[in-house]
């Protein structure tokens, strides 16, 4: 039998009626779509939050991390009113390249620190880049198994606003709540690259620092400079045939500590290995971190540290109303990106440039 292409009527390739895509947008969402969060006065907040609610702490968290004026005030209201009663937690920075561990490591350090010492905890995050990732890097409950469920444990995730001064004013904001409703341990988890351990440095008292071996990170981190920064090194995954190459690596460290000027604590660094898959050595790195913070209150160190904290903070947030105020000024918005092209274009150099922003943005400012 001929082939039917062969046919002076095969009309080549059909095209069959096309079938409706559905549309990309669920039509139900509208019905979905959650209520707005009912707001309560910040009387309500502080007081929920001081009876230790949950709930109302969350919420309260949620209006830090908004970017609603209207929840900015009722958010700035809350942390005032809450501010007499915090400042008594410890609370410890743990940074490390992703992959470190750190979500394994603080699962294990927190459910042992709750089952052995008490108290509750809380476990907040510096994370500039979670924008992007919707904060799926750094606090997700997921990550933390045994943590996220134990009750006495609180995971927010790091907020997402964009720059990492915002970033970490809203986590030393919560860190603030948290201490009212009564969490005496505080955990900051921080990825270990770029800038954000400098800003989790900055709002505690420890700052713990996790290692690998054998990566080579040992000398990025003296290059870096993170290890000035550090109260104490960690290497991780000390288990199986890692052990030899764990010790080595603390030795590595130890040896690397002694190069650089005694930290202002006048307490030298400490260097562990310790596994927090396996959970072998996680009471000694616990107690490494409270043996380092009777230390420091008894010399003074402790509260040192915080005044000038309290201090770096006040800049740190006169910086930032400054620069909105500049960056969202109608005048400046309309003008700088014709500045920013006069400077690209040599018409003008930057200083003028700049100086013309700034002039107009004051003049603005004056009426
Ligand atoms: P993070 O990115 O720093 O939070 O690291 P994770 O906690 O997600 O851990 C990264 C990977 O290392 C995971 O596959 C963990 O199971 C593994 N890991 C974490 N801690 C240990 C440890 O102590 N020993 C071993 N062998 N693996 C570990």
Known sequence: MEHPENSTEYAGLQVNAGVAQPSIVNPYLSRMRKKRQKLFT????????????????SQAVTLIESTLPEHQ?????????CLPYSGNSVRVGISGVPGAGKSTSIDAFGVHLLENYGGKLAVLAIDPSSEKTKGSILGDKTRMEKLSVHPKSFIRP??????LGGVARKTRETIILCEAAGYDNIFVETVGVGQSETACHSMVDYFLLIQLAGTGDELQGIKRG??????????????????????LAATHFRNALHLFPMPESGVLPKVMCYSGFYEYGIDDVLKMIFDYIDEVKKSGYFQH????QAKYWMYESINEHLRNSFYYNPVVKDMISTMEQDVLDGKKTSFVAAKNLLDS???????
């Open 361 to 367: 943005y004051f003049e603005t400012i004056k009426k």
């Open 226 to 247: 993170i290890m000035e920064i550090a109260d104490g090194i960690v290497i991780n995954k000390a288990d199986g045939n890692n052990v030899d190459k764990a010790q």
């Open 305 to 308: 540290r915080r005044n000038e």
């Open 42 to 57: 910040p009387a309500e907040y502080v007081e929920g939050i001081l009876k230790g609610d949950v709930s109302m702490l």
């Open 73 to 81: 005030v009722i958010a700035q209201e809350v942390i005032e009113k």
């Open 158 to 163: 790091s907020p997402t606003a964009g720059s």
